[in-house]
């Protein structure tokens, strides 16, 4: 996890990372008082795989309980994580900062389009039109 940059918007601190660290995106406290994280990794598979990983090696060594990570034990409002999966990371970090320092960040729910436990989400848009 390389930290790419860090600013403050409207008094909050924002941290951008490239790849993410899950043990620290476990500890960051989730009443955000820490401000906002925003990973950006190539692959969600890959990344968690990996931790999972490390995890059973860690367990064998130190002789503890080993479990799998499982995206419900973040559960941490002030984490974002975008998978950039051949867009590159550069693209979408210089995006998301643009929105965040215009205030241009939608205001809807995101909502899972293939799975909460796959990690997989969306913004929704369910607008609601009136006809006047």
């Known amino acids: 996890m390389i930290l790419i940059d860090e600013i403050i918007v409207d008094n909050v601190n924002i ?10 995106l ?6 955000g008082s820490n401000g906002f994280i925003f990973c950006f990794i190539d692959s969600w598979t890959a990344e968690v795989k990996s931790y999972n990983r490390q995890r059973k090696l860690v367990s ?9 990570f499982e995206w419900d034990m973040i559960n941490n409002n002030y984490i974002n994580v975008y998978q950039t999966e051949g867009l590159g990371i550069d693209i ?15 205001d809807q729910p995101w909502t899972p389009i293939a799975g909460i436990s796959r990690g ?7 607008q609601t039109k009136y006809i006047t």
């Open 15 to 24: 941290k951008f990372y490239k790849g993410m660290d899950i043990d620290l």
């Open 26 to 31: 476990l500890n960051h406290n989730r009443d």
């Open 60 to 68: 064998i060594v130190d002789d503890i309980n080993y479990k799998e």
């Open 92 to 106: 979408v970090y210089e995006t998301i900062r643009g929105k965040l320092e215009k205030n241009q960040l939608p």
């Open 120 to 126: 997989a989400w969306k913004i929704s848009n369910n």
